[in-house]
């Protein structure tokens, strides 16, 4: 079993994911009770995918939140950091580009994209300002950043459903569909330490991104943010 800590130490969380790589889109399906294909939706409609457009979808994993940008005609790149992830996305997907890539370190131009995504990947990072610095980086000025992460329910009464959710629902759920379940309570923890909402836009702006602003999504239990890189 391998298990990722708090830490998020970049080995530990990759071998993490390697290991729940090929059970990941049916787990998600069965850990959002299939809600995770209407978000998708959602980020979709902010991203705002034409022909041509080069979308960076960070922490990528399968290329499940990839997908639908290179449906729509976008330049896709899926970038990870699990090498069992990105084997099973491109087993699965042949219309889009799958890139070995650390959040912290992207491998990338300065302003290679005009629109950069991440779904259910930042708050896996270690370093979170840096990933957010190193995203303006690869945006062009003026391109959008869009990112769905879980969140916190503003209503205290859905906080604690939802914490009750993640924290004994989701890990009995894993101990029964996933090949290994020990990650899943690694999940909850990241997400009941994760930033909410408010906190989450002070960070984007504090590495330099504007015009924020959020979308709460099922009560607040997972939350689609978007900034704009200046031009200036
Ligand atoms: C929960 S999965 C999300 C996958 C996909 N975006 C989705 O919505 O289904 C999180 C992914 O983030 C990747 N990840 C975590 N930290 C990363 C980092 N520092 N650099 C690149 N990828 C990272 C993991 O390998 C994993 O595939």
Avoid at 58 to 81: E, I, Q, R, Y
Avoid at 87 to 95: E, L, M, Q, T
Avoid at 121 to 141: H, I, K
Wanted: proline share 5%; with cysteine.
């Amino acid at each position: 079993m391998v298990r990722a800590t708090l830490e998020k130490r970049p080995a530990d969380v990759a071998r993490m994911f390697d290991a729940v790589a090929d059970r990941y889109d049916a787990m998600n399906a069965v850990m959002t009770f299939g809600q995770e294909r209407r978000w998708r939706k959602v980020v979709t409609r902010h991203v705002a995918p034409t022909a041509g457009m080069r979308v960076l979808d960070l922490a990528a994993g399968t290329g499940a939140s990839s997908a639908p940008f290179a449906a729509a005609g976008a330049l896709t790149v899926a970038c990870d950091f699990s090498t069992g992830m990105l084997a099973k996305g491109r087993a699965k997907h042949d219309d889009f580009t799958f890139v070995a890539g650390d959040a912290l370190a992207l491998p990338f131009a300065d302003a290679a994209f005009d629109v950069v995504t991440a779904s259910f990947g930042l708050r896996n990072v270690a370093d979170l300002a840096t990933a957010l610095r190193e995203l303006a980086r690869v945006t062009v000025p003026g391109g959008k950043l869009v990112v769905l992460e879980t969140a916190t329910p503003p209503a205290r009464p859905l906080r604690a459903v939802n914490n009750f959710y993640s924290g004994r629902v989701m890990p009995r759920l894993a101990r029964v569909f996933s090949s290994d379940p020990s990650s899943y309570t690694y999940l909850a923890e990241s997400a009941a330490a994760w930033l909410d909402q408010a906190a989450l836009a002070n960070a984007l702006r504090a590495a330099g991104w504007e015009q924020v602003s959020w979308q709460d999504l099922m009560f607040g239990a997972v939350a689609i943010h978007c900034a704009v890189r200046p031009t200036g």
